[in-house]
């Protein structure tokens, strides 16, 4: 199974450079990410494509253009993933219209497939990069006060 982390890169790379006093160039970001810098450029030029971020002119580093409550995630996905829908599932290629099941299978997995990605797009939508920092601001605040217990 091929996995794509293009989405959750991107949120991490978006919530570096949204929460560092200094400006974040792709071989930091690379290495809190945990990749190559060519791969976080590929990625912050679609971004920048978006209006999401911008590259300071004198300065190694990115900043944000929008601020975070205004970047939702269905932002940053259609960003990185270079389309203007959600695509989970895909459908097999070739079913045997000689049998009922594999002569009505495309169009009844399409319609659901459909209806659940378009859910997913909604909560997406709604889902912005602010609250991905406040969770993970929640998160080290539970995880310092538990080492102290």
């Known amino acids: 199974m091929i996995v794509d982390t293009k989405f959750s890169s991107s949120i991490h790379t978006l919530i570096l450079i949204s929460e560092s006093t200094t400006p974040m160039n792709s071989d930091q970001i690379a290495e809190s990410v945990g990749t190559n810098a060519s791969y976080i450029r590929k990625l912050t030029t679609r971004l920048s494509k978006a209006g999401i971020i911008e590259g300071r002119r004198g300065v190694s580093g990115f900043r944000l253009v929008r601020k975070p409550e205004d970047i939702s995630l269905l932002d940053i996905y259609k960003a990185v993933m270079e389309t ?22 495309r169009p009844v ?28 601001q929640e998160y080290i605040r539970k995880k310092n006060k538990e080492a102290v217990h």
């Open 84 to 105: 203007d829908s959600l695509h989970l599932f895909d459908l097999h290629q070739n079913p045997n219209d000689a049998c009922i099941v594999g002569h009505n299978i």
């Open 109 to 136: 997995l399409g319609s659901m497939f459909r209806d659940m990605e378009e859910s997913v797009e909604k909560r997406l939508q709604g889902m912005t990069l602010a609250a991905c920092i406040d969770n993970m």
